[in-house]
C-alpha cells in the first residue's frame, strides 16, 4: 500500500500542496485529475520519493516502484532493447537474461521488429511503449505515471491506454496515474481523484464501478459530465483563479 497522510508541500513562498490525504491499494489503479499548475506531478514525485514534503507523511510497503515520465526519457545511443533493460543492468542481472527480458517486454508491447533501433528511429508512441517496457522489466509492483500519454495524438493515445490497461490486469500492477484529461482518467481508473490548485488539495474522490472493458466513449463522456456537474469539480475544472479575478 501506498499512503500519503496530510502532506503539504512549499516551494518558496508558494503553496503548493496542502493536506493530500491519498492511498494506493495492490493492484489498483487510481487516476490523480486536475487542471495545470495544481501541482499533480509534484505530488506523484513526492509518492516517488524523489521530493521529501514539507509536512505529512509517506509510508510505501510496495516492492518496487518506478517512474513513467511524461517524456520516454531514452538513452539516444542505446538501443531499443538496452534501454528497456536499463534498469536491470543496475540491479547486476546478467547480460543475457537482461536481453531475454527486454525481448519478451518489446514483444509483448508490440515492439518486436524494433529490438535494435536507436530512438530517433522510433515514433513517439512507441518511444512511449519503450518507457513503459523499462519501467515493467525491473518487475515493479507500482507504477507512478505523470501524464505519459499527453504527448500523443488522440488515435495512439488511446491504442496506449488499452496496452496499459491490460499489462496493469495481466501483471496486477498497481498504478498512480497524473493527467489534467478527465475521459482519460474516467477510462484508466479504478479510482479518480480531483485535484484543485492554489493551493493543491483533493477536492473530490470516485470510485468507478464500471468494468473497464465496459467503458466506451459514450459513458465516458457520461460520466465526465457527471462529475463536472460535482461543484468542487466544476469549480476547480472550469473556473480557473486567474478568469475569476480576471
Ligand atoms: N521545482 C520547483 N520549484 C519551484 N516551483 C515549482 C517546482 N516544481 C513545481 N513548482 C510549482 O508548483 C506548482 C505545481 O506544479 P506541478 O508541476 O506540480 O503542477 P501540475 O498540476 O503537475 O501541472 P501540469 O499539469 O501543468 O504539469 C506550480 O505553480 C509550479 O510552478
Redesign the pocket.
Same mark, same amino acid.
Given at each position: 500500500m501506498l499512503k500519503l497522510e496530510m502532506v503539504g508541500h512549499d516551494? *518558496?513562498r508558494?503553496r503548493?500542496l496542502e493536506g493530500i490525504d491519498l492511498t494506493v491499494a495492490p493492484g489498483e489503479s487510481v487516476c490523480l485529475v486536475?487542471p495545470? *499548475?495544481? *501541482?499533480?506531478?509534484?505530488l506523484l514525485r513526492i509518492a516517488a520519493g524523489l521530493v521529501t514534503p514539507c509536512e505529512g507523511r509517506v509510508s510505501d510497503d510496495f516492492r518496487r516502484s518506478t517512474v513513467v515520465f511524461q517524456e520516454p526519457r531514452l538513452l539516444p545511443w542505446r538501443r531499443l532493447l538496452d534501454n528497456i533493460a536499463l534498469g536491470l543492468k543496475a540491479m547486476g542481472v546478467p547480460q543475457q537474461e537482461r536481453l531475454t527480458r527486454a525481448r519478451a517486454l518489446a514483444d509483448e508491447l508490440g515492439l518486436a521488429e524494433r529490438h535494435d533501433h536507436y530512438p530517433h528511429e522510433l515514433s513517439g508512441g512507441m518511444q512511449q511503449r519503450v518507457a513503459l517496457a523499462r519501467a515493467l522489466a525491473v518487475d515493479a509492483d507500482l507504477l507512478l505515471l505523470d501524464e505519459p500519454f499527453s504527448a500523443l495524438d488522440v488515435g495512439l493515445r488511446s491504442e496506449a491506454q488499452t496496452l496499459l490497461l491490460g499489462l496493469l490486469a495481466r501483471r496486477n500492477i498497481a498504478s498512480l496515474l497524473?493527467t489534467?484529461d478527465l475521459t482519460e482518467a474516467l477510462r484508466l481508473g479504478h479510482r479518480v481523484v480531483v485535484m484543485s490548485p492554489s493551493p *493543491?488539495c483533493i477536492v473530490h474522490e470516485q470510485r468507478i464501478e464500471r468494468p473497464f472493458a465496459e467503458r466506451d466513449t459514450a459513458f465516458l463522456y457520461e460520466a465526465a459530465g457527471a462529475l463536472l456537474r460535482q461543484p468542487a469539480v466544476a469549480e476547480s475544472f472550469l473556473f480557473h483563479q486567474d478568469e475569476v479575478s480576471a
Open positions: 516551494f *518558496g508558494e503548493t486536475g495545470s *499548475g495544481c *501541482g499533480k506531478t509534484t497524473v489534467h *493543491g
